[in-house]
């Protein structure tokens, strides 16, 4: 797996202790009787995805294709797009109608947590999506957070179009 290397140290440093001491606040919280039990599976998977970022220093590279089938990566990427409507279209009749009414109480959030994986995994294969012709991120550049993310048609890095106009080689 590449990684994009972009952070700046400050923000290494930061994500990474952030994350590790959302671990450490999980385990520890429970132990002293301080936070739930429905915390640590939350607080540990979103504590080591951080501290993992801060330090590779960047978000990963999800391949497409390489820049001689440039045209197969876009469909590779509109496709991860694509599939985060079906997953979600699955997802929310079955997380919400027939397995959360059930979750015991004192799990309801470990139990959504679980649930929600799929949908981010989706949403992250698609984000984190290699641009096919310049190698980084397709809809991230180093300015842009993931909350701008919808809809971008071009290559943040080397404008590259999604919609079979001009790709002109670099
Ligand atoms: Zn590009």
């Known amino acids: 797996m590449k990684w994009s290397r972009t952070f700046p140290t400050w923000a290494r440093i930061a994500f990474a202790v952030f994350g590790f001491a959302n671990i450490f606040g999980a385990l520890l919280g429970t132990r002293m009787g301080r936070a739930s039990i429905d915390g640590v599976v939350p607080g540990i998977a979103v504590g080591a995805v951080f501290a993992t970022v801060g330090l590779k220093g960047g978000f990963p590279l999800i391949p497409t294709t390489g820049p001689d089938a440039v045209s197969v990566g876009i469909r590779t990427i509109r496709r991860r797009q694509l599939a985060i409507f079906i997953v979600a279209a699955v997802w929310i009749p079955l997380a919400m109608i027939v397995v959360m009414p059930k979750a015991p109480a004192n799990l309801q959030t470990t139990v959504f947590f679980i649930?929600?994986?799929?949908?981010?995994?989706?949403?992250?294969?698609?984000?984190?999506?290699?641009?096919?012709?310049?190698?980084?991120?397709?809809?991230?550049?180093?300015?842009?957070?993931?909350?701008?993310?919808?809809?971008?048609?071009?290559?943040?890095?080397?404008?590259?179009?999604?919609?079979?106009?001009?790709?002109?080689?670099?």
């Open 115 to 170: 649930l929600a994986v799929p949908l981010f995994v989706a949403f992250f294969v698609w984000a984190l999506s290699a641009c096919p012709r310049c190698g980084r991120h397709f809809l991230l550049n180093k300015g842009i957070p993931f909350w701008a993310l919808w809809p971008r048609s071009r290559c943040q890095n080397c404008g590259l179009g999604t919609d079979g106009g001009p790709t002109h080689t670099a």
